[in-house]
T-cell receptor, first 112, second 119 residues
Framework: GENVEQHPSTLSVQEGDSAVIKCTYS??????FPWYKQELGKGPQLIID?????GEKKDQRIAVTLNKTAKHFSLHITETQPEDSAVYFC???????????FGTGTRLLVSP | ETGVTQTPRHLVMGMTNKKSLKCEQH?????MYWYKQSAKKPLELMFV???????ENNSVPSRFSPECPNSSHLFLHLHTLQPEDSALYLC??????????????????FGPGTRLTVL
């Protein structure tokens, strides 16, 4: 079955810096890759996703890139702000299935 | 607010108790999910329901019993739990595959979770 690895487990940056979180997946049949942000006391919130027919997607300060050949995808956050501090999860889903397979999460801390 | 609500938000129970978790979605979706989130581990899918029918059980022990009376409500009945079952239980909803067009990838929306502690 699908396996998703996520790095780093923790990431500390200064406000205004960029942050990059990387994930790799194992099943080449995966075609959907969402990213979730989870703040303390809340459930995961979808912040951006990418489908296998595109290589990059941007939404204001966040972007996701996908390399299907290498089977990895990354989340990029530019001009980080303290409110970006949270745990971020990547996930992958195999074509034809509903199951999302999640990474172990990255705790991002943005210091003022 | 994501349109998915869960009650209670916190629950403490003994190993011999019986309790239930409730989830309700106001998004018009027809698929609902239970996930378990434990410290230092990835979110684990437990059950999937489509149009009230259970379509996936991810080898979950029988002490967890789901119920889906309609597409908007999902329950997780708990009995004879173990301390290692302590975790955050998350409910999610989405459109079922094939119901929202070929361009949709059926994004899942999560509720805030129920923090369960088993003593």
């Amino acid at each position: 079955g699908e396996n998703v690895e996520q790095h780093p487990s923790t990431l500390s940056v200064q406000e205004g810096d960029s942050a990059v979180i990387k994930c790799t997946y194992s099943d080449s049949a995966s075609n959907y890759f969402p990213w979730y942000k989870q703040e303390l006391g809340k459930g995961p919130q979808l912040i951006i996703d990418i489908r296998s027919n595109v290589g990059e997607k941007k939404d204001q300060r966040i972007a996701v890139t996908l390399n299907k050949t290498a089977k990895h995808f990354s989340l990029h956050i530019t001009e980080t702000q303290p409110e970006d501090s949270a745990v971020y999860f990547c996930a992958a889903r195999v074509t034809g299935f509903q199951k999302l397979v999640f990474g172990t999460g990255t705790r991002l801390l943005v210091s003022p | 607010e994501t349109g998915v609500t869960q009650t209670p938000r916190h629950l403490v129970m003994g190993m011999t108790n019986k309790k239930s978790l409730k989830c309700e979605q106001h998004l018009g979706h027809n698929a609902m999910y239970w996930y378990k989130q434990s410290a230092k581990k990835p979110l684990e899918l437990m059950f999937v329901y489509n149009f009230k029918e259970q379509t996936e059980n991810n080898s979950v022990p029988s002490r967890f019993s789901p119920e889906c009376p309609n597409s908007s409500h999902l329950f997780l009945h708990l009995h004879t739990l173990q301390p290692e079952d302590s975790a955050l239980y998350l409910c999610a909803s989405s459109q079922s595959p094939g119901t929202s067009g070929p361009s949709s990838y059926n994004e899942q929306f999560f509720g805030p979770g129920t923090r369960l502690t088993v003593l």
